[in-house]
């Protein structure tokens, strides 16, 4: 019927047909479709003129210059076998592009006839030399003290550089020595007002020396932190109280006021009610923690429904830690400036490669961070080394005409990274290592890592290479592989996968999954569209949703 109903409009003028079925034209495209597929399945011989005495049919091979659309697909059936030949739109494509094309094509056309009851989605493409490479990919490995606990690496620390300093905001400074034997009192007041193992507690600052007393002090004493932004709004810090069922909140003199009352909640101002914590035993505590302990909750932005924390323990962290250190080559005391909130699991990065290997956090107010030309002489004067920000915000910062570099490293992450960007990194003429860092909170801070090259022109910066333990897989709807440069959803597994969403059993089970792929693995899946590149990196395309 459709056929037939085409011929019966088949005089209608191609330009009335664009006129009314596309809206908006782009000269650059053919308007109505991009792609053709063409079967020519009458062989030679058959028909009324092949019966007429004295007439030979023989096929023309005609020689295309142009091609007239992106992609047309040509099969021709000979009775005996099948040709295909591709004519493809060259500013698109590339000779290589089209064969690996082909070979999937041929290799769904096997697999339909080795299952020809399946659904489309469920049938491979995959040659075995594309598992072989999809392997390859994956072929990552970094050795790291699974019995031990951050508590644990920092109280090493300590041992070996306890005169060293640990913590700078203005004009406050901490030596690891002092920064211990403080959390080490917190860590016994919350123990006193009863924190154990994987008790939760809320922590509320908006910078300060005090706020990493305070997430060390709960460490201590065996809980699992919750960061609050003193500037998020009264009704998402109450649900964020009341979904972490948080007893106990540390924060400060400034901070305190933005959190809403509730009965049975005990704020605890680290500066204001010093007096009485500093009574307490300097001393180490017992080790109240074990890897598999939370060692924080933090909550999404909620963009798509209401936010969930992310529930990560130590293990996870421990991954991430030995795995940044071997990408990133950080096994020496740097020194890191916190650019980013404890809210987000940015901050991790810096915090734990400072405190873990005797190198000094820088620690700014909001305003400062903000504050360009402030930034610029403070990274002069105190020489700081390695930074991690979101592009957006540096780009802000810059925006003035003061490009805010490090003197060693910048990390990009949290965000899509652009060439403009970059443009403003190489116009600094300063000689560091520039990286675009890729995770979701789920996978604990990031998961894939590219070292960009600042001299070069990009249309789309890749996210990277997995990371250490990690493992990455890029799937249709039906969680098939599928192969280089074939854009599908990002999923991860390995040993950085979260425990789960805190009290969100059924999306947990939606969004952490079994691996079909490896025995005894939990992947979680992103939401993220992405696609392998030839050299082993990733590609982020966007979403899948509109988050």
Known sequence: DTTLSGYDHQLVPFEKVVERVVSTRDMSRSPLFQV??????????????SDIEGIKITPYQQVTVSSKFDLTLNVEDSGSELLLYMTYRTSLYNGSTIERMLSHYKELLQSILTSPQAQIGELTMLTSSDLKELQSFNNTKV???KDKTVVDLFEAQVKET??????????????????????????RCLQD?????DDLVGVCFDSGVEMLV??????????????????????????????????????SKTSKDSIPQREGLNIISLDEDWTAIETYSKTNVSRQTSPESLI????????????????????????????????LNLNQSYSYGLMATISADSSITNIMAALLTGGTLHIFSRDSLSDARYLKRYFTKNSVDIIKIVPAHWHAICLDGTTLLPKHMIVFGGDVLKQEVINIVRDGKKDIRVFNHYGPTETTVGKLLYEVDVKQVYTSIPIGKPFPNCNVYIVNSELQLLPTGVVGELLIGGAGVARGYLNQEELTKEKFIESPFKEGDRLYKTGDLARWLPDGTIEFIGRKDHQ
């Open 193 to 197: 007002r009863g924190i154990e193992k």
């Open 296 to 327: 924080y909750v933090i909550y999404t932005s909620g963009s798509t429904g209401r936010p969930k924390g992310v529930m990560v323990e130590h293990v996870h962290v421990m991954d991430y830690h030995f795995g940044a250190l071997k990408e």
């Open 214 to 251: 305070g997430i060390l002090g709960i460490l201590k004493s065996g809980g699992g932190y919750v960061p609050i932004d003193p500037n998020f709004p009264e009704d998402r810090i109450g649900y964020m109280l009341e979904d972490a069922n948080l007893d106990i909140v540390l924060s």
């Open 162 to 187: 306890p005169e060293a300093t640990a913590v700078i905001y203005e004009d406050t400074k901490l030596s690891y020595q002092e920064l211990n034997e403080r959390s080490n009192q917190v860590a």
């Open 143 to 145: 050795d790291y003290p």
């Open 36 to 49: 053709m597929f063409t079967l020519q399945n009458t062989p030679a011989g058959e028909g009324d003129i």
